[in-house]
């Protein structure tokens, strides 16, 4: 069964700093992996979304990797803005079941200005 | 396009009551979802649609029913609900079920409480 894992659960930063959230997910086989993004009381806004074939994708002062073999998705952030501040959800979707996305529990992260 | 839209935004229910919560999106998506979102559990999956006519159960469908007569709306059902259905409820789509990228979008959420 797929499982997806988020480290660290929180994360306080001070502004500018450059940061990684990580995700890791126990079945290589998936399909894609999408970073999403929750403000307080709000809905998920999609970050970046990665296919398996792929690597990494970017945009602006985002970056995602993907390294299916050793399970691992990290999301950099560089020069990070109090405005940042929210919390960070990975999802898989396996490729085995594409109607099934498993999300991670999420990381906090709170930039200090 | 106003992309994914849930209503109500909050709604408090006594147990036992029936109530609908809707969701419609206007991408032309095939794949429409719903999901809870409870402290320290996530976001589980509730049901989900593929297409028109067409839906199936995801981690926790116990308690909720579902249908999609439309490809724009997937309105989730409680029929007697429970304290336990106290949650936030995510609904989800995507454009194509065969294929594509599967990005989802998100609707904004509704708040439901159980008394």
């Known amino acids: 069964k797929q499982e997806v894992t988020q480290i660290p659960a929180a994360l306080s930063v001070p502004e500018g700093e450059n940061l990684v959230l990580n995700c890791s997910f126990t079945d290589s086989a998936i399909y894609n992996l999408q970073w999403f993004r929750q403000d307080p009381g709000k809905g998920l806004t999609s970050l970046l979304l990665?296919?398996?074939?792929?690597r990494e994708q970017t945009s602006g002062r985002l970056n995602a990797s993907l390294d299916k073999s050793s399970g691992r998705s990290t999301l950099y952030i560089a020069a990070s803005q109090p405005g940042d501040s929210a919390t960070y959800l990975c999802a898989v979707r396996p490729s085995t079941s594409y109607d099934k996305v498993i999300f991670g529990p999420g990381t906090s992260l709170s930039v200090i200005p | 396009n106003a992309g994914v839209t849930q209503t109500p935004k909050f709604q408090v229910l006594k147990t036992g009551q029936s109530m609908t919560l809707q969701c419609a999106q206007d991408?032309?998506?095939?794949?429409m979802s719903w999901y809870r979102q409870d402290p320290g559990m996530g976001l589980r999956l509730i049901h989900y649609s593929v297409g028109a006519g067409i839906t199936d159960q995801g981690e926790v469908p116990n308690g909720y029913n579902v249908s999609r007569s439309t490809t724009e709306d997937f309105p989730l059902r409680l029929l007697s609900a429970a304290p336990s259905q106290t949650s936030v409820y995510f609904c989800?789509?995507?454009?194509?079920?065969?294929?594509?990228?599967?990005?989802?979008?998100f609707g904004p959420g509704t708040r439901l409480t159980v008394t």
């Open positions: 991408m032309n998506h095939e794949y």
């Open positions: 990665i296919q398996s074939s792929q």
């Open positions: 989800a789509s995507s454009y194509s079920w065969t294929g594509g990228s599967h990005e989802q979008y």
